[in-house]
């Protein structure tokens, strides 16, 4: 098993045996949107944030997030109302790739224990600076 997989496996263990409001444990990505823990930061308005992920799976590899969790920890806990929300993460996410890897990128969000996800707090990857094999999994 990867390490990524077994960190997924712990996440989702952690996130299943949280308070069961929704809201999930607390995540690295609270200590970054809180400033506990630092950044580096590619942008950020009202609604989103993206940083450099620490652990690049590409020449480029940036997560954008929601400031906000409002119990979005995975895609699959989305609320209708959500929907302009995921909506304007999406087009971050493209402005992004399209400003980082002109010659293209790829969108990834990992959704539960067997998506890999690893943080309960929905992201979505931004990952390109390289061509991109397929099948991705």
Not at 10 to 23: L, V
Not at 84 to 89: K, R, T
């Amino acid at each position: 098993m990867s390490d990524e997989v077994e960190a997924a496996a712990a996440a989702a263990e952690a996130y299943q045996n949280s308070d069961k409001d929704g809201a999930g444990p607390s995540t690295v990505f609270d200590k970054i949107l809180s400033g506990e823990w630092s950044s580096d930061k590619v942008y950020e308005d009202d609604e989103a944030f993206a940083f450099r992920d620490i652990s690049p799976q590409a020449p480029t590899h940036i997560l954008v997030i929601p400031k906000k969790r409002d119990g979005l920890t995975q895609l699959s806990n989305a609320r209708e109302d959500q929907k302009a929300l995921l909506g304007h993460l999406i087009y971050v996410a493209q402005e992004i790739g399209a400003k980082e890897c002109p010659d293209g990128f790829r969108l990834v969000i990992n959704d539960g224990k067997d998506g890999a996800q690893s943080v309960y707090h929905l992201h979505i990857h931004v990952l390109g600076g390289k061509q991109m094999g397929w099948p991705p999994g």
